[in-house]
Every structure is written in structure tokens, then in C-alpha cells.
């Protein structure tokens, strides 16, 4: 579940910039997602849960959070 919290921080933050702190926002969404990918994939690739439904939507989730970050320049 923190990714999900870190990508919605990530979301607020680059959706919503007219909020006061959307550059803090951003900032902690990028290193709970950071922080989440290396504690749960091993170096060779596989997700700790080994379920590949779940692999899916975490992937989905990193790559969602990299292009939302890459196209609002942050």
C-alpha cells in the first residue's frame, strides 16, 4: 500500500500544482515509490509478493508514476 500512497502523492503534486506545498508533495511521493521498488523487487526482477496479477498492477504503477513525473517536467 505505500506505493499506492506514494504514487497519489505524486499525482497531487503534479495534478494539483496550485496547492501550497505540491513540490513536498512530489518530492515524498518519489522516494516512497523509490524506497518501495528496491525493498520489494529483487535484483533478477521478481516482485516479492510472486504473484504475477499483482506484478502487473505494480508495474503498471511505477511506469504510471515515471510518465506522470517525465511530462509535467518534475
Known amino acids: 500500500h505505500q506505493l499506492q500512497i506514494g504514487m ?8 494539483m500544482p496550485e496547492i501550497g506545498e505540491s513540490d513536498r508533495y512530489i518530492h515524498l511521493g518519489k522516494h516512497i515509490v523509490g524506497v518501495n521498488l528496491e525493498k520489494t523487487i529483487s535484483e533478477d526482477g521478481i516482485n516479492e509478493e510472486n504473484s504475477t496479477s499483482y506484478a502487473h498492477f505494480i508495474a503498471r504503477m511505477y511506469v504510471e508514476a515515471e510518465l506522470l513525473l517525465k511530462y509535467n517536467n518534475s
Not at 497519489?8 to 495534478?15: D, K, N, R, S, Y
Request: aromatic share 0%.
Open 8 to 15: 497519489a502523492l505524486i499525482m497531487v503534486g503534479t495534478l
